[in-house]
């Protein structure tokens, strides 16, 4: 199994560009999630999704969309890059039912290393 | 609300042993997480815990207090590989992951 995927691994946009940073996962995860990371410091959560069909929004979901038309795909979209948007970008996902005692952990892609000039 | 605390930074001796802490405050709680990231690379799981108490393996160990909202993440005999940031990540009910902002372990010979 690849696990969580993540493409591109690196990307320079220039403000005002749009792109999708596209992440996929062959574990038949129900639950996917978009963080970005800033230098030293923690992750911050964009968007998630519970299953497909469904996503909602994170703790910084302004300049972002997200889609979920699969249960492997989720992918994230910007649509004007901003310089406040050069980040590291990581996908994950895992496996969880609602309700109960879950030990199910996160699994991450490589990231995404994105800049905009 | 969601608010998870850590320590930003710790220094310690290759053989010896650190404890790194978090703290949380939310309603919903559904276990803990701990993390290790290394410089460039992605989060690894590292321990879960969701009842009070201590959890072992290996060099790593993380125990969990849930009336205090508090958690530690204990690293014994301690490698120069053992350098990285160890994230704190709350499970809750409302369905999201909550990380911590990380503490930055540096192992010196």
């Known amino acids: 199994n690849a696990g969580v995927t993540q493409t591109p691994k690196f990307r320079i946009l220039k403000i005002g560009q749009s792109m999708t940073l596209q992440c996929a996962q062959d574990?038949?995860?129900?639950?996917m999630y978009w963080y970005r990371q800033d230098p030293g410091m923690g992750l911050k959560l964009i968007y998630y999704?519970?299953?497909?069909?469904?996503?909602d929004k994170g703790e910084v979901p302004n300049g972002y969309n997200v889609s979920r038309s699969t249960t492997e795909d989720f992918p994230l979209r910007l649509e004007l890059a901003a310089p406040s948007q050069t980040s590291v970008y990581f996908c994950?996902?895992?496996?969880?039912?609602?309700?109960?005692?879950?030990?199910?952990?996160?699994?991450f892609g490589d990231g995404t290393r994105l800049s905009i000039l | 609300g969601q608010n998870i605390d850590q320590p930003t930074e710790m220094t310690a001796t290759e053989g010896a042993i650190v404890q790194i802490n978090c703290t949380y405050q939310?309603?919903?709680?559904?276990?803990l997480f701990w993390y290790q990231q290394h410089a460039g690379e992605a989060p690894t799981f590292l321990s879960y815990?969701?009842?009070?108490g201590l959890e072992e393996k290996g060099r790593f160990s993380s125990f969990l207090s849930r009336s205090k909202g508090y958690s530690y993440l204990l690293l014994k005999e301690l490698q120069m590989k053992d350098s990285a940031s160890y994230l704190c990540?709350?499970?809750?009910?409302?369905?999201?992951?909550?990380f911590g902002p990380g503490t930055r372990l540096s192992v010196l010979p």
């Open positions: 574990m038949n995860h129900n639950y």
């Open positions: 994950a996902s895992s496996s969880r039912t609602k309700m109960t005692h879950s030990n199910q952990p996160q699994h």
């Open positions: 990540a709350e499970d809750n009910y409302g369905q999201n992951f909550v």
């Open positions: 939310t309603s919903g709680f559904n276990g």
């Open positions: 999704s519970v299953g497909a069909g469904i996503t």
């Open positions: 815990n969701v009842l009070d």
